[in-house]
């Protein structure tokens, strides 16, 4: 099944299938596994989660649909559909600044999925064969973490995997891999969630997860939730309107939304349905920030029957979600490069992912190897922690406004309907999403942005 309308250099996914499933997967990722726990975590459980599910819904979903129908009206990249869409202005700029973010989340999320690699091993190789206290976890993650050549050489390795992928292309190597991968992730998540509720202590933690406390939910709550739901949709720098550049014009794009962001909330609360039982079991704090996957889970498979197995597969399965993942994230500045600078892909690749590798040296070098970088001065955080609050949540935040005003006011709502509006759409289904990207969306943005600027509250 190749689409009628494939133009020669440009690639196109093989099936309506193969294209949920790269764009499930690009969505589906470290995100939802490691990030989502954690600032859960942080932000207080389930409070924030019910805060988090309104924004995936609500504001999410429209942004993902008016992002996947200006690549498919287009067929460009993201600064290409501006360009083609709004000729002659500076809203090719919303486009660059994606391009741009893109490269700078790649950088800081090649060095985690470096880690998950890296514990791939750990595994494999005993060091949680036998049972090990919260403590003995979380000092063995401070090692490798500080270790400059493992974090550094993992992140090369991570990313030098994601460029032979891409590098082959759309539907030889992005959908290819995605289509075994992400269901054998999500039987995986399964079995471990059985597992994890069915621990003692388990209560306290389902509690913290499943029990909306208010009383928890600061100012705070509502940026935090807000990028995160942007992050974990793979919103607002553009993968959406480059993955939606190679769908076939049959594909109906409502529903292929509806199944995206369904799944990607399904795995992000499988995931804290593994992560919380564990960690009040083994008495970890909530907000033990990026490290919390890492050094709760390991705790978790050295009390399984069988546990080295399933810690070996589970890190494998993060490390392959992390990859169709990582895919997305360079196939924007390759298909960028590629389509406005007329470079061939393999050259495209090559380039992008090497200038990737450098800016990520330092987020790899961020968590005990260098100390400058391991505690900024002033109120930031680390390295890897800044890069991460920087670019995927507030670059994501203001990419995420610029193409809901984009779309909603100046490609317009008429527009973007003839794009999705196909068969099986009911009537009422478009009025109901231009409220959501001309209203909802940008005010609900900008009202939180706002409130950060004048709180000061800015990590
Ligand atoms: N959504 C992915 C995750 O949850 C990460 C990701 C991939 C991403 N592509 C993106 C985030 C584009 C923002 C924008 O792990």
Not at 289 to 299: A, C, K
Not at 391 to 399: A, K, M, Q, W
């Amino acid at each position: 099944m190749t689409s009628p309308n494939e133009s020669a250099q440009r690639g196109s996914w093989s099936s309506r299938t193969g294209f949920i499933l790269a764009a499930s997967g690009s969505a589906i990722g470290l995100g939802n596994i490691w990030r989502f726990p954690y600032v859960v975590g942080e932000g207080g459980g389930a409070a924030f989660v019910l805060i988090y599910l309104g924004f995936v819904f609500l504001i999410g979903a429209a942004v993902m649909l008016g992002e996947l129908a200006l690549g498919r009206h287009t067929q460009r990249n993201p600064v290409g559909a501006f360009k083609a869409t709004a000729p002659g202005t500076l809203w090719k700029l919303v486009g660059l600044t994606g391009v741009v973010t893109g490269v700078a989340i790649l950088s800081f999320y090649g060095v985690i999925a470096g880690w998950t690699v890296g514990y791939f091993f750990k595994t494999v190789t005993g060091s949680f064969s036998q049972a090990i206290t919260a403590s003995e976890s979380q000092e063995i993650f401070g090692g490798f973490v500080a270790n400059p050549a493992a974090s550094v050489g993992l992140l090369f390795l991570f990313l030098g995997v994601t460029a032979v992928i891409v590098w082959r292309g759309v539907s030889g190597g992005i959908e290819r891999v995605s289509k075994v991968l992400m269901p054998a992730l999500l039987a995986l998540l399964v079995l471990l969630a059985i597992r994890s509720v069915t621990l003692s202590g388990a209560g306290a933690g389902l509690a913290f997860y499943l029990a909306p406390d208010f009383s928890k939910i600061s100012a705070q709550t509502f940026p935090a939730a807000l990028g995160q739901a942007f992050f974990s949709l793979s919103l607002g720098m553009g993968a959406m309107i480059t993955y939606g550049s190679y769908v076939s014009k049959k594909v109906n794009l409502v529903s292929a939304v509806g199944i995206i962001c369904f799944l990607d909330t399904a795995i992000a609360l499988l995931a804290g349905l593994i992560i919380f039982p564990a960690l009040f079991h083994v008495g970890l704090s909530p907000s033990s920030g990026v490290g919390l996957v890492f050094q709760v889970l390991p705790t978790l498979f050295a009390e399984l029957p069988a546990g080295q197995l399933f810690g070996a597969a589970f890190f494998l399965l993060l490390a392959i979600a992390a990859l169709t993942s990582t895919i997305s994230l360079l196939e924007v500045p390759v298909s960028y490069v590629i389509d406005e600078w007329g470079w061939s892909r393999g050259k495209a690749v090559v380039a992008t992912a090497t200038v990737t590798f450098l800016i990520g040296v330092p987020s790899a070098l961020a968590s005990g190897a260098v100390s400058f970088l391991s505690d900024l001065p002033g109120a930031a955080p680390d390295f890897l922690s800044l890069m991460s609050i920087i670019f995927g949540n507030y670059s994501l935040t203001i990419g995420s406004l610029g193409l809901a005003i984009f779309v909603g006011y100046r490609w317009g709502v008429e527009a973007a309907a003839a794009e999705f509006q196909s068969e099986g759409v009911p009537a009422v289904f478009k009025p109901i999403w231009a409220f959501l990207i001309r209203f909802l969306a940008p005010v609900g943005i900008v009202g939180i942005l706002v409130y950060i600027i004048a709180t000061q509250n800015y990590f």
